[in-house]
């Protein structure tokens, strides 16, 4: 699949490299960057084992890259691509940045935010689901078959 320069499948699969990066380390395969004006501006990837941080989640991580580049709070011009659906503590987190856009590759069923009946976003955020879906749920599903063995 050819995938266009500065497209949504683009940046997730920016978004996958630092997922990938993250399963080199043995954390959960979650990668995120952040965008404004087409431009990455901050990436993360789950370092939750390395920093024995709960908190140190991908979105997280990249959240305070994004501000630190912008030197403010808020990323009200921004998009989030994930590669899983946040938790709760990052949709969260994502409220409180104003993130105008998030877009997710893989639902997350079980800790996904979504699955909470409330919203949790912030009003002014528009979601998307599905981007490069297969390669986010191939590359988590492999990770968890892996730690079974």
Sequence with gaps: MEIKPKSDEYFMQKALEQAQIALEFDEVPVGAVIV???QIIARGHNYIEHLNDVTAHAE???????????GGKYLKECTLYVT????????????WTQISRIVVGARDLKTGFSSLKKKVLHPKTTIEFGVLENESKKML????KQKRK
């Design 84 to 95: 899983l659906e946040p938790c709760v503590m990052c949709a969260g987190a994502s409220y």
């Design 60 to 70: 997280m991580q990249a959240f305070t890259s994004a501000s630190d580049y912008i």
């Design 141 to 144: 599903q492999n990770f968890f």
């Design 36 to 38: 404004c004006n087409n």
